[in-house]
């Protein structure tokens, strides 16, 4: 594995509370696209944020196709365990497929206070890349991402892959098949976050998570003006203080 991108470096900003987050990014991207909302969190609650970088993320896309999400989970586990064994009261959030680690944490972490899926892609725009990756993955090892809205977040710091990893894309997808599953067996309080101008999700994932949930508290959280990384758009102040809300109440 090739040393990791300046800009993709784990980041953990310590509190003085009892609270503690383990904040987890999404598919090709790197804890960069958490910080904005991080850095937040951390200034109105004094909660301690921990965001690792996942497994096969911030180096190259090689190193990416080399892992599944049976890595990535590992690494939010060990991540978790260690949270858990210094702080009264740990949540996991996360951002895309970050969301579905989150939700995954839920049910095979004991002790976490709650969970936070953030624009989690169980229904996705990619239709043909989820139905194509599969059956090219032995061939192709990478789909490009084309011309991207995301251009603009690089600009503010935020580093991703410029392709999709055929392989990895493949085991995400399969993460995702786990999580509907398993999702009527989660009893912890769970938030769940639906940006409105997200071009990745479809609107009817967060919708979907929400009914399969019959025995966990849920709180919902609609963003009309943001996109798929809402972690670094103009309702960030929102998102902080909602989580802020949500880690405060469950800690009770």
């Not at 965001?51 to 892992?67: E, Q």
């Not at 839920?106 to 169980?122: D, E, K, M, S, Y």
């Not at 509907?180 to 989660?186: F, G, M, R, V, Y």
């Not at 103009?234 to 989580?243: P, R, S």
């Amino acid at each position: 594995m090739k040393d990791v991108h300046p800009k993709a470096q784990p980041f953990f900003l310590e509190g003085k509370s009892n609270q503690a987050l383990l904040f987890l990014h999404g598919f090709t991207a790197s804890p960069s696209e958490l910080l904005p909302t991080a850095e937040i969190l951390h200034a109105i609650s004094d909660c301690t944020v921990s965001a690792i970088l996942l497994p096969g993320h911030g180096t190259t896309p090689a190193d990416l196709n080399a892992t599944g999400w049976a890595d990535w989970y590992r690494a939010v586990e060990l991540e978790g365990k260690k949270l858990l064994s210094e702080y009264q009261h740990v949540f996991v959030a996360g951002l895309s497929m970050g969301g579905l680690l989150s939700l995954h944490a839920g049910l095979h972490l004991p002790g976490l206070r709650g969970v936070v899926a953030i624009n989690a892609p169980i229904f996705t725009q990619y239709r043909l890349l989820s139905a194509l990756a599969p059956l090219m993955q032995h061939m192709v090892p990478y789909f490009t991402k084309g011309a991207r809205k995301e251009d603009e977040l690089a600009r503010q710091g935020r580093f991703d892959y410029n392709c999709y990893p055929v392989r990895a894309y493949t085991s995400l997808t399969e993460l995702r098949n786990t999580i509907i599953k398993e999702l009527n067996l989660l009893k912890v309080p769970t938030m769940l976050v639906q940006s409105l101008r997200d071009r990745a999700v479809r609107k009817g994932s967060v919708q979907y998570i929400k009914e399969q949930l019959s025995n966990s508290r849920v709180k919902m959280l609609v963003l009309p003006n943001s996109g798929h990384i809402a972690t670094m758009e103009q309702e960030k102040d929102l998102l902080a203080q909602e989580l802020a809300g949500f880690i405060i109440k469950e800690s009770q």
